[in-house]
């Protein structure tokens, strides 16, 4: 077993080096889609942590009629509360709001017009923060019921909406595009194998005469495709490490205020991905090549 490792191993190599210039163009090829792959996987990672960030923040917020007696105020706070997709719904008084306002301003180093007025502009309101951002039909519908409460909500979740539905867009266009990567490695592969196959068609065709099996004669070419996936991910892993400062730094820069990170499982899981997948074209694109001319 040992001796015919050894010996696929070597002639592996030996095909890879005879056949160097479909190899590094195949090599090339892989090395482009796992790239390809690698960034397709960390901007859809990056825009659902963006998601989740946001999520966290949106809530449906009604700006209250002034005058509303309290009581009305307290029971629509009660049937909002009790809804089961709701988690917390918070009364924000007419001064606790004006409060929060002129604090806002002051950070923000701009003047407080209200006290010119005399009077407070900001309306009172009811802030509902949902279990899930997305379920907030029903919770509209009941803070618009009742009459001459509520003056105005605000539906903060259309952004979410808008995210949901740039993110689905970029996950259907960079699969499609993987995809069609994906396809014109492997016919690069089947073609390069395919080449090292018919260089060595006499030699195969004495094996076959002296009794060799199809797997002995097939492994060293799979190998060989194998060896163009690996040395590919071995080549796409270098990019991403060298790239990744400047990956995080952009990152960082583009979203300042949204806490997108990169953990370490999910470092692991791309390392993974990108080996698992440069050895899964490498090894199929090889396994069709030799299997249609063994086949003949």
Do not use: C
């Not at 792959?37 to 942590?49: C, F, H, I, K, R």
């Not at 979410?160 to 689905?168: F, K, N, P, Q, S």
């Not at 499982?265 to 090549?289: D, K, Y």
Request: glycine share 8%.
């Amino acid at each position: 077993m040992l001796s015919f490792l050894a010996f696929s191993v070597r002639r592996a190599a030996q095909g890879f080096w005879r056949n160097r210039v479909m190899s590094l163009a195949a090599t090339v090829t892989m090395v482009l889609m796992l790239v390809l792959l690698s960034g397709l996987v960390l901007v859809l990672s990056g825009l659902e942590a963006g998601l989740q960030f946001v999520e966290s923040k949106v809530e449906v917020q009604a700006f209250l009629n002034d005058g509303v007696a309290p009581e009305r105020v307290a029971r629509l706070q009660e049937q909002v509360a009790a809804l089961p997709e709701v988690a917390t719904v918070t009364h924000t008084s007419k001064e606790e709001a004006l409060a929060d306002w002129r604090a806002q301003q002051e950070a923000q180093g701009r003047p407080d017009l209200t006290g010119l007025t005399g009077t407070n502009p900001i309306p009172a309101s009811l802030n509902v923060k949902l279990k899930d951002p997305r379920q907030y039909g029903q919770v509209v519908e009941i803070l618009k019921a009742p009459k001459g409460v509520v003056a105005e909500v605000l539906e903060t979740q259309r952004v979410v909406d808008a995210l949901v539905a740039i993110t689905g867009v970029l996950r259907t266009v960079g699969l499609g595009v993987m995809l069609m990567v994906a396809l014109t490695v492997l016919f690069i592969v089947v073609n390069t194998i395919r080449m090292a196959v018919m260089a060595r068609a006499d030699e195969i065709e004495i094996m076959r005469l002296v009794g060799a099996s199809d797997a002995f004669i097939r492994w060293p070419f799979v190998l060989e495709g194998l060896l163009v996936g690996l040395l590919g991910s071995l080549v796409t892993l270098g990019i991403l490490a060298v790239a990744a400062p400047a990956i995080s730094q952009l990152g960082s820069t583009v979203l300042r205020e949204i806490p997108v990170g990169f953990d370490q499982r999910l470092g692991e899981q791309l390392v993974l991905l990108v080996v698992g997948a440069g050895a899964l074209l490498g090894g199929l694109g090889a396994t069709i090549s030799v299997r249609s001319y063994l086949i003949k």
